[in-house]
């Protein structure tokens, strides 16, 4: 939910054209900092430490505070306490982006001591009575509302909870945190790779077969990397290339993980019961929208249904294809649905996927998707001029009519150590007239020509980005950012993922190496060929989302990770189970989303509905950007996310938009 506890609990220079760097904030009240990183392991354990000792004493003194309890008194101070803890704020993204392993270990190890911390805070019985005082009759809805989700947060922290309860509630807190940073640390470091002969490449493009030259022996090296992984999945000609690949991309972190995942899945098991919650599952859901466990099994059911004819009909038309090339297949295996996909396309639809991606250049991506931000919302996005970790962070700020509204990173590119797929990372979340948003962003794009799918990641990546930008206005940091409930947060991405399907935003950006324009023929191929293969790979979604809720649904104790990974492959992929994979060992969800990856497929529900006003009026419609901006975006956590759907709909939002799409198939 939108207020402090929650987020406690949880614990996420090239330049355009013409356009000069900024220097400073006319305002030296308002924080505007960047991040400090160029500390040593060492240097960043010692300000971690010194930054929990203060926060510690601050702390108390707020638990002590005998005045009477007002809004300013209570949760001011605990917002000055803030001004503290952001001197470490960088933590989780530095220990996913930073090039030096020593500072990426140190800062792993403080967000670990961190979960003490905020553990402390989730179950103070004096602070949560210091907010149960406060008076509420004359503040804002806002106010109320973020009052008493707190109060609502801290009884499901265990704050009502007797004092061994709490201390028990503590240490597995603490040891959550431990065991999750291993989890994600051994998915982010394990890197495999694949070798070939030249000849195996053959049907990569030209561009890609370049950059990955032969060694001494003759031999290509592939990683699993998704610069060299999506390519190969998508052109390579060699069904064995493919299919080693694939098993190497879902081995990584086998079989270590294995073992830490499952006492994962026991420490999360024991913290819900102790809560009084029947298991993980029941404890996430709580305060998310969909409402618990019954009701996203059957969200997942319904979605599942409507897919059944739709995905027979795309399996059949994939084992056709399949068939010319060879005429003894039986079944499309999934190292090769993405290849056979795209020849389906080339041979039905007449699109070339190799002759889309000359089309979509790393720098002219970037450039284009800030300039549709600035032409959708009217705001002006300019280069930054701070320190980085590692030449290839580029670094922005957005201002709009001369008002700095936030700044961000973003590191765009894949290199040793560094977080593997795509994620926002809020930095900073803004408060009206004391601090701006600091986002950044953690991509594996290549340098040169993206995949179509690729412009689309970095788009709806780009758009968490900005609902942090743009919900930094509230008053207080509870009211503000993107704490609204978790089953919430991907929506506006996902809607925002439409704009690069549009030959009016292509054609600003799309080029090829001689400068011609993306053809308008060639985008409307695209989007005749869009939704071939939309119901199988929702139904591979739905597989990783019956995954994600089966093992937290239960007692751990009941089921063994590779018997139920292959149960529920075969009742939900669309494809079978590859024996020599396992894929919960790097599906990294399983440790931040956990149970709810049900997540993807509500808010796609949502983001639907809300895109069929844009589908409406225009999508490049000025003041329904305006209203969806200031409606959905800017409200923060201020009120629940229903809410601000509805007030920009002007009704209640519904699912049926979505499962009808599907069904269309």
């Not at 996420?12 to 960047?34: F, M, T």
């Not at 080693?244 to 994962?264: G, Q, T, V």
């Amino acid at each position: 939910m939108p207020v402090i506890i929650s987020a406690l609990l949880i614990s996420s220079c090239s330049s355009l054209s013409g356009i000069q760097p900024s220097e400073i904030s006319s305002n030296p009240a308002i924080d505007v900092s960047g991040i400090k990183s160029d500390f040593t392991g060492e240097e960043y354990t010692a300000l971690c430490e010194e930054v929990l000792k203060q926060a510690g004493e601050d702390f108390t003194l707020i638990e002590q505070d005998t005045s009477i309890a007002t809004l300013d008194s209570v949760m001011g101070k605990y917002e000055g306490l803030q001004k503290v803890l952001q001197r470490v704020r960088q933590r989780g993204y530095l220990k996913s982006v930073h090039p030096d392993e020593d500072l990426r270990d140190s800062a792993m190890k403080c967000s670990e001591k961190f979960s003490g911390f905020y553990s402390r805070v989730g179950m103070s019985r004096l602070f949560y009575n210091r907010l149960a005082a406060i008076d509420l009759t004359d503040v804002s809805e806002a106010e109320k509302f973020m009052v008493e989700t707190t109060l609502e947060d801290f009884k499901r922290a265990g704050v009502n909870k007797d004092e061994q309860t709490r201390e028990k509630l503590r240490q597995l807190r603490k040891e959550i945190s431990v065991i999750g940073n291993k989890f994600s640390k051994n998915i982010q470091e394990d890197v495999r790779s694949v070798t070939t002969t030249v000849d195996g490449l053959k049907g990569l493009p030209a561009d890609y077969i370049k950059s990955h030259p032969a060694d001494e022996n003759g031999l290509v090296t592939i990683t699993t990397n998704y610069p060299d992984l999506s390519p190969v999945m998508k052109y390579a000609e060699s069904d064995d290339l493919r299919y080693r690949l694939r098993i190497a991309s879902r081995s990584r972190a086998y079989p270590d993980n294995e073992s830490i995942l499952k006492e994962l899945l026991t420490k999360r098991y024991e913290l819900a019961q102790l809560l009084g919650f029947d298991n993980w599952a029941e404890y996430s859901m709580s305060d998310n929208m969909i409402g618990g466990p019954k009701q996203a099994s059957e969200f997942l059911t319904t979605v599942g249904h409507a897919l059944k004819e739709p995905v027979k009909k795309e399996l059949e038309i994939e084992l056709a294809q399949l068939r010319q090339i060879n005429p003894d297949a039986d079944i499309v295996q999934v190292w090769q649905s993405g290849y056979v996909d795209n020849l389906i396309r080339k041979q039905l639809y007449d699109l070339d996927a190799k002759e889309v991606r000359e089309y979509f250049d790393f720098q002219n991506v970037r450039d284009g998707i800030l300039k549709l931000t600035e032409n959708l919302f009217g705001v002006e996005i300019r280069p930054w001029k701070t320190m980085t970790w590692h030449e290839d962070v580029e670094t922005y700020e957005i201002l709009e009519n001369g008002e700095l509204l936030g700044r961000f990173y973003l590191d765009n590119h894949p290199r040793e150590g560094k977080y593997k797929h795509a994620a926002h990372f809020t930095l900073r979340t803004g408060i009206k007239d004391k601090q701006i948003p600091l986002s950044a962003l953690a991509q594996n794009f290549p340098k040169g020509l993206m995949e179509h799918g690729q412009v689309e990641t970095f788009l709806h990546e780009f758009g968490h980005l900005l609902h942090n930008m743009f919900a930094g206005k509230q008053k207080w940091r509870g009211m503000s950012g993107m704490g609204v409930e978790s089953d919430f947060v991907e929506a506006p991405s996902q809607m925002l993922e439409e704009w690069v399907w549009d030959y009016d935003t292509l054609k600003s950006f799309a080029k090829n190496k001689n400068g011609k324009i993306i053809p308008r023929e060639l985008v409307a191929k695209m989007n005749k060929a869009r939704d071939f293969g939309q119901a199988t790979s929702t139904a591979a979604q739905l597989y990783f989302a019956n995954l994600s809720l089966s093992i937290y649904d239960r007692d751990p104790d009941s089921f063994d990770l590779m018997t139920i990974t292959k149960k529920l492959s075969a009742e939900f992929s669309p494809y079978p189970f590859v024996e020599g994979t396992a894929f919960y060992c790097n599906f990294g969800h399983l440790r931040g989303y956990s149970s709810n990856y049900y997540t993807y497929q509500w808010s796609l529900a949502i983001a639907t509905d809300m895109f069929s006003r844009f589908k409406k009026e225009g999508i490049h419609n000025a003041q329904v950007a305006r209203e969806y901006r200031e409606k959905v975006l800017a409200p923060g956590s201020s009120k629940p996310a229903r809410q601000t759907v509805t007030d920009f709909l002007g009704r209640e939002f519904s699912t049926e938009a979505y499962i009808e799409k599907l069904k269309a198939g």
